[in-house]
């Protein structure tokens, strides 16, 4: 509340000063026109008034100068503000037993319904699964029998999280980039590899400050900026620049919608992930990603409309793969401040017996766009001058994940594995050289040294 009153109150502060502004312009023009100009037509002496029309004009430039960074200021304070949430959007901080359950795949029957679908949407924690009584092989141990990945050595170069893709591990993640790719494509997405850095001031436009420190990698060292003065910063996701793409344009209404099909490598700190899933590559410093981005008038329900759109192509995709899997809308708690609703997503790892995320679906309304200055429309005229009467129309930015390919590798082995290899989808098969199975080369990955400590010092138990 105390945010919003700030706000409020430089809001304030603005508007009086550009109401002077208005005020002493129309006093320029009227003094101009009704005094200055009739008598110099009929040569009378009109000193005094042209003297009170510089002095005006004085103020004029006085408060032009001073009116941006009163804007600024504002606006500085006015993104410390999250988006408003969505009607749909649970409130709530707890996503394991309130996020709402939408979707399905495959629809499941329930026995407690007598036969029929379950009851959509309905909260998670309402939802029970019957447990099949033995796991099968987790996702790091299938990439390391298959020969698709060398864990140790990576780390041996670059750290924790860090890793080598091999053979069937490169050919799988190519295979899903160029697949997905040529999924988009037919669906008439333009595809651009953005860079993969961005400056500090672009990037601060769009990423919470927290990100900073919690998720992006700085970029140090000397740069072709001679004072030294631009900082960077690695790109979590190709969302972040293509936010930028159309930064400052004034974008046709007619074009829109456009949609974008972002190609990237991704580079996350993960600072809030200790002890998380520190096996096999689901969660990594560096991984690709194929990023949908949609941009629409600006329209709440055109906006929702292509959110669905999105949505569901992400679907299409992972149903052409054989994942099953279930989409929420996540709670209020688990939204960023852009965003004004979410759907995650979640496939379904049966080595693993979790639901584990894969896409998250989010429509960031004007939030975004306001940040990076991307308007649509055609601005209105003002014919009384009056700049407060005159209403910027922003686009609206939607994202999307289509397929994060270490995770899609991940949910790929576990469901797909076999007695002595892993089968490949029939999809990726073209992208594959016509590869359809990977055989089982070598044994189990030996638990490290680390691991057996941190597994003696638990007791040995399950969490």
Same mark, same amino acid.
């Given at each position: 509340?105390?945010?919003?009153?700030?706000? *409020?109150? #430089?809001d304030?502060?603005?508007?009086? /000063?550009?109401?002077?502004?208005?005020?002493?312009? #129309?006093?320029?023009? =009227?003094?101009?026109?009704?005094? *200055?100009?009739?008598?110099?037509?009929?040569?009378?002496?009109?000193?005094?008034e042209?003297?009170?029309?510089?002095d005006?004009?004085?103020?004029i430039? @006085?408060?032009?100068?001073?009116?941006p960074?009163?804007? @600024?200021?504002?606006?500085?304070?006015?993104?410390?503000?999250?988006?408003?949430?969505?009607?749909?959007?649970?409130?709530?901080?707890?996503?394991?037993?309130?996020?709402?359950? !939408?979707?399905?795949?495959?629809?499941?029957?329930?026995?407690?319904?007598?036969?029929?679908?379950?009851?959509?949407?309905?909260?998670?924690?309402?939802?029970?699964?019957?447990?099949?009584?033995?796991?099968?092989?987790?996702?790091?141990?299938?990439?390391?029998?298959?020969?698709?990945?060398?864990?140790?050595?990576?780390?041996?170069?670059?750290?924790?999280?860090?890793y080598?893709?091999?053979?069937?591990?490169?050919?799988?993640?190519? @295979?899903?980039?160029?697949?997905?790719?040529?999924?988009?494509?037919?669906?008439?997405?333009?595809?651009?590899?953005?860079?993969?850095?961005?400056?500090?001031?672009?990037?601060?436009?769009?990423?919470?400050?927290?990100?900073?420190?919690?998720?992006?990698?700085?970029?140090?060292?000397?740069?072709?900026?001679?004072?030294?003065?631009?900082?960077?910063?690695?790109?979590?996701?190709?969302?972040?620049?293509?936010?930028?793409?159309?930064?400052?344009?004034?974008?046709?209404?007619?074009?829109?919608?456009?949609?974008?099909?972002?190609?990237?490598?991704?580079?996350?700190?993960?600072?809030?992930?200790?002890?998380?899933?520190?096996?096999?590559?689901?969660?990594?410093?560096?991984?690709? =990603?194929?990023?949908?981005?949609?941009?629409t008038?600006?329209d709440?329900?055109?906006?929702e409309?292509?959110?669905?759109?999105?949505? $569901?192509?992400?679907?299409?995709?992972?149903? &052409?793969?054989?994942?099953?899997?279930?989409?929420?809308?996540?709670?209020?708690?688990?939204?960023?401040?852009?965003? !004004?609703k979410?759907?995650d997503?979640?496939?379904?790892?049966?080595?693993?017996? $979790?639901?584990?995320?894969?896409?998250?679906?989010?429509?960031?309304?004007?939030?975004?766009?306001?940040?990076?200055?991307?308007?649509?429309?055609?601005?209105?005229?003002?014919?009384?001058?009056?700049?407060?009467?005159?209403? $910027?129309?922003?686009?609206?930015?939607?994202? &999307?994940?289509?397929c994060a390919?270490?995770?899609?590798?991940?949910?790929?082995? /576990?469901?797909?594995?076999?007695?002595?290899?892993?089968?490949?989808?029939?999809?990726?098969?073209?992208?594959? $050289?016509?590869?359809?199975?990977?055989?089982?080369?070598?044994?189990?990955?030996?638990?490290?040294?680390?691991?057996?400590?941190?597994?003696?010092? =638990?007791?040995?138990?399950?969490?």
């Amino acid at each position: 509340a105390g945010w919003v009153d700030e706000v *409020i109150a #430089k809001d304030e502060e603005w508007r009086n /000063e550009q109401k002077k502004l208005d005020n002493l312009r #129309k006093d320029v023009n =009227k003094l101009q026109k009704e005094v *200055i100009a009739p008598k110099k037509k009929a040569k009378e002496p009109c000193e005094e008034e042209v003297r009170q029309m510089k002095d005006m004009q004085k103020d004029i430039k @006085a408060l032009q100068a001073t009116l941006p960074d009163i804007e @600024a200021e504002r606006d500085a304070l006015l993104n410390r503000i999250g988006n408003i949430v969505d009607s749909e959007v649970p409130i709530s901080h707890d996503e394991d037993q309130d996020n709402l359950v !939408v979707g399905i795949y495959p629809e499941p029957l329930e026995a407690e319904n007598a036969g029929e679908k379950p009851l959509l949407p309905c909260p998670l924690g309402t939802l029970s699964y019957t447990l099949p009584e033995t796991k099968p092989l987790t996702h790091d141990d299938l990439l390391w029998r298959v020969d698709g990945y060398e864990p140790i050595r990576g780390q041996n170069v670059a750290g924790h999280r860090a890793y080598f893709l091999k053979n069937a591990g490169v050919l799988l993640n190519q @295979a899903l980039i160029n697949y997905g790719i040529a999924f988009l494509r037919k669906k008439e997405y333009n595809v651009l590899q953005p860079p993969y850095m961005m400056n500090k001031d672009v990037m601060s436009t769009l990423a919470q400050l927290d990100d900073f420190d919690e998720q992006l990698y700085k970029v140090s060292g000397k740069t072709d900026d001679p004072n030294g003065s631009t900082e960077k910063y690695l790109i979590a996701t190709s969302e972040q620049p293509i936010c930028a793409y159309h930064k400052g344009d004034w974008v046709n209404e007619t074009t829109l919608p456009i949609r974008y099909a972002g190609i990237s490598t991704c580079f996350r700190k993960e600072a809030g992930s200790s002890g998380k899933d520190i096996r096999g590559i689901f969660r990594v410093h560096q991984f690709e =990603k194929i990023e949908q981005f949609c941009l629409t008038v600006d329209d709440l329900e055109e906006s929702e409309k292509e959110q669905k759109r999105m949505l $569901a192509a992400a679907e299409e995709f992972y149903q &052409s793969l054989g994942f099953p899997y279930r989409v929420v809308c996540l709670v209020s708690g688990e939204l960023n401040d852009a965003a !004004v609703k979410k759907y995650d997503l979640e496939a379904w790892f049966p080595g693993q017996q $979790a639901y584990r995320e894969l896409v998250s679906c989010s429509n960031c309304t004007d939030y975004q766009a306001r940040g990076v200055g991307t308007r649509c429309g055609v601005k209105k005229s003002n014919k009384d001058g009056d700049a407060m009467k005159e209403r $910027a129309s922003y686009c609206h930015f939607l994202n &999307s994940t289509l397929c994060a390919t270490g995770r899609g590798i991940c949910c790929l082995l /576990e469901n797909y594995q076999t007695e002595d290899g892993v089968r490949v989808p029939e999809v990726l098969q073209p992208y594959m $050289a016509g590869i359809d199975f990977l055989p089982f080369t070598r044994g189990p990955l030996e638990t490290t040294k680390g691991e057996k400590k941190s597994k003696k010092g =638990k007791g040995g138990g399950k969490k």
